[in-house]
């Protein structure tokens, strides 16, 4: 199956992402933490995309869909995407790339959003999320590595990446509409309460299918 995942920073899209990934068995693309690997590898890539991400702005869509598409061939046979298409003509290349069976787009209360990311720790080397509330270590569950932040998990970025995701980004959830393959899933609740409407409504498309 291949399967967009959409929603605002803070919906909880990488925690859902790594549950999906393990129950359906799927790849996890994210453009995120891809450009993030070549920012630390310091490739090209990661230079130019280094002064967008800081400033909570997008990097250029060329850059990203480039990277993407080698992603995509090492996935013909299904994929999990997080963070791509985040510009209507980034959803038109995708159209072009590849075609997504459904998108799942986690809406959330914006209120609960720049809490959630500026108590955000991530793993370096899974990439798991964790919070600062619910995780009183800063040690990785799954592989003993020492959690960090974000470098754009700040009050301020946050605010322009909400800002940047409901200019830009919303208007993609309008298309897929027209396209009548998007299901709005409840991102408020817990996590397991929140996979389980997922879980819900993966099943239902494909028994529609
Ligand atoms: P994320 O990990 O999905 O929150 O993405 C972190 C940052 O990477 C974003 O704020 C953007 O600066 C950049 N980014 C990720 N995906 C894309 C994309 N599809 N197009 C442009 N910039 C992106």
Known sequence: ????????????????????????????ISTGALLRKNIEEKTQVGLVALEFIERGKLAPDDVVTQMLAEELKKCPDGFLLDGYPRTLAQAQT???????DIVLNIEIDPELVVDRIVNRMVCPVC????????HSSDICDND?????????????????RLEVYEKQTMPIIAYYK??????????????????ARIEKALYDHDKNR
């Open 178 to 195: 027209a396209k009548g393959n998007i299901v709005d899933i409840d991102g408020n609740g817990n996590v397991d309460e929140v996979f």
């Open 127 to 134: 990439g798991k999320n964790y919070s600062k509330r619910l």
């Open 1 to 28: 199956m291949k399967i967009g995942l959409f929603g605002p920073p803070g919906a909880g899209k990488g925690t859902q992402a790594e549950k999906i990934s393990t129950k359906y068995g799927l790849p996890h």
């Open 94 to 100: 995708l159209e072009g790339l590849t075609k997504l």
């Open 144 to 160: 003993g590595a020492k959690l960090t932040c974000r470098s754009d998990d700040t009050e301020e970025i946050v605010k322009e």
